[in-house]
């Protein structure tokens, strides 16, 4: 404590970011400050402190801190140094689950919606659409009703032959030349008034549409617009009437039991309440203002920021809306709410996350028994030299040598961490030959040891191999190659979970119920699931052009345009004969082909 005593009365009074550390130099925590010397001395002097906090103060054994110009820039700075750490003690948003958007691509001469999960600024952007609102059967309403273009068809001087929607009065065929630029664009203003939640106009016309078939005894179309007709219904009775239909806005709440915490996020639009979602938070923050700060930033990593934020009156609203102004450049207004309809609003995601929070817990503990503490114990068990908390496995996939492809697979205090997947394609190995196959997989991953890319490949504190003796023989082949002495070395056989070390030549078995056991377990059968799904991936590439010689009339050109547009067999497969239809060079009649042709295969 001495050492960390000195250190304190050396911090400046500058804004900047406090990195803590473990004993074995792990970034265990990360926060911002206003004022460095102030807030990291609050850890260590003082009252009494959260249970979590305390824990974590309890295994601090050393910190570092970045000075910064701004508070803003240190804000930026915590956000990015958590995203790179993914330290064990700040708020980790595990599920992650970004909802669907309907983009309008402006930048194009004839802008087309599309369905979209990732947001540029190249488009505007409606929704996120949730609580059972499929943005496939709003793009049906868009293009039934607007006839505006959901397709990628490349528009240029020579025009096309126009496709089956333009025949079904879904598109007005601007590949065609079918239509001018200034019919199209007063479409797209009608469909974006549709999608801003202005539903009379699409109501009106569907209803048209319905009556005319049914008058012709056209009766199957009349019960597909009927249908739309239903959806929109429901569209409507999100509407909440007390709101204002300009009101675009997500509502915040954070509670905590000072160990614990949960958020709930309510989503607002155009006066449509959108749904919501609970998320389980673990922070070691001292303020309440931190962990809602803190929770924000990520939130919105991937996500279209609002209008307005309603949040709680401890929220860092000026420090927040300057963040969201000056890094997102987002004009996001931040409500702390005190009356009115967005206070009965922000009160809804209270009780939300109160309630969640009292469920939550048993959960969380439960999860921690499974994931942390099963790393706690695999150390203790396994006489490992530190804490596993970064665990990659690594898998072989392969049928008789063919297109044989590796894995590797990245836990986190036991918990996957799906960025860090990587997939390798073994290029030298001859024939199904699993030792070598894992020999070349892992030279090219110690290969990135020490390099530049390290910053992207962290070292792992324990490497599992799925199988047995032999795998992990030759693994360890390798690792002597390059002089490895720091990373512990494990495999994991299938047949009777056995788990070899390189410590004794017995093995190491434990019950079922062992969560150590059930821990490896996941991370194992995660490496084998990733490994088979690039396996069928390639296989389904290689075979493409034999499964479509069988169909009458697809040459080379037609099979290497639906390659193009599709990508594998599956894409093919599960496509209708309007989406067949897209593919250059690929019409109705030929769509319909390929279709059937599936249809009976399946």
């Known amino acids: ?157 020579k025009p096309k032959k126009p496709c089956l929607a333009y025949h079904l009065g879904k598109c007005l065929a601007p590949c065609a030349h079918a239509c001018s630029q200034e019919e199209y664009a007063e479409r797209v203003k009608k469909a974006m008034a549709f999608l801003d939640g202005n539903y009379e106009d699409a109501e009106s016309i569907l209803q048209e549409k319905m009556m005319a078939f049914a008058e012709s005894e056209e009766f199957e179309l009349a019960m597909e617009y009927r249908e739309k007709l239903q959806m929109l219904s429901k569209l409507k009775l999100k509407r909440l009437t007390a709101i204002n239909r300009c009101i675009n806005a997500d509502v915040i709440a954070l509670c905590s039991d000072k160990l614990y915490a949960s958020a709930n996020v309510l989503i607002t639009r155009s006066g449509i309440m959108q749904g919501g979602s609970n998320y389980a938070l673990e922070d070691a923050s001292i303020a309440d203002s931190d962990a809602l700060t803190a929770f924000i930033l990520q939130y919105y990593a991937h996500r279209e920021p609002p209008e307005e934020l309603i949040v709680q009156d401890f929220c860092e609203k000026e420090l927040l809306e300057r963040y969201f102004r000056e890094k997102l450049g987002k004009k996001t207004e931040v409500i702390i709410a005190k009356a009115g309809v967005r206070k009965q609003l922000l009160d809804m995601a209270q009780k939300n996350a109160e309630e969640y929070l009292s469920k939550v817990v048993g959960k969380i503990e439960h999860k921690n028994d499974r994931t942390k503490n099963a790393c706690v114990r695999l150390q203790e068990l396994l006489s490992l030299p530190k804490y596993p908390r970064r665990m990659e496995c690594y898998d072989i996939s392969n049928v008789s040598g ?148 069988e169909i009458e009339g697809v040459g080379a050109k037609k099979r290497a345009a639906l390659l193009e547009r599709f990508k594998t067999i599956d894409k093919i497969m599960d496509a209708s004969v309007e989406e067949l239809a897209e593919a250059e060079g690929i019409g109705v009649e030929l769509a319909k082909r390929v279709y059937e042709y599936f249809k009976e295969k399946l």
């Open 402 to 549: 063919v297109d044989k492809v590796g894995s590797m697979v990245v836990f986190i205090d036991g918990e996957a961490d799906k960025n860090a997947y990587r997939r390798f394609k073994i290029k030298t190995v001859e024939g199904a030959n699993d030792y070598a196959s894992h020999q070349e997989m892992m030279r090219r991953r110690l290969a990135k040891l020490g390099t530049d890319e390290e910053e992207r490949f962290p070292k792992p504190d324990l490497i599992i191999i799925d199988g047995g003796k032999g795998q992990l023989s030759a693994i360890k082949e390798v690792f002597d190659e390059y002089g490895i002495t720091d990373i512990s070395l494990i495999s994991l056989a299938e047949r009777d979970e056995e788990i070899f070390t390189l410590d004794s030549p017995e093995s190491i078995r434990l019950q079922k119920s062992d969560y150590v056991l059930q821990m490896l377990q996941r991370i194992r059968d995660e490496a084998h699931r990733f490994a088979i799904t690039y396996f069928r991936s390639l296989h389904s590439k290689r075979n493409l052009a034999s499964v479509l010689n």
């Open 1 to 157: 404590m001495g050492k960390l005593q000195e250190k304190l009365k050396l911090l400046p009074d500058s804004p900047g970011v406090y990195i803590m550390l473990d004993k074995d130099g792990v970034v265990i925590y990360v926060g911002k400050a206003r004022v460095l010397k102030n807030r990291v001395r609050q850890y260590f002097h003082g009252s009494a402190k959260p249970s979590k906090v305390a824990a974590m103060v309890e295994n601090i054994a050393d910190f570092s801190y970045i000075i910064t110009n701004t508070e803003i820039d240190a804000l930026a700075l915590e956000n990015n140094l958590i995203k790179k750490y993914k330290p064990k003690y700040n708020i980790l948003l595990k599920d992650d689950k970004t909802y669907p958007y309907i983009k309008v691509h402006f930048k194009e001469e004839f802008p087309r919606f599309s369905i979209t999960r990732k947001l540029t600024k190249d488009g505007k952007y409606f929704g996120p659409f949730m609580g059972g609102i499929r943005c496939k059967d709003i793009l049906e309403i868009l293009s039934s009703v607007y006839s505006v273009r959901l397709c990628t068809t490349a528009i240029g001087a």
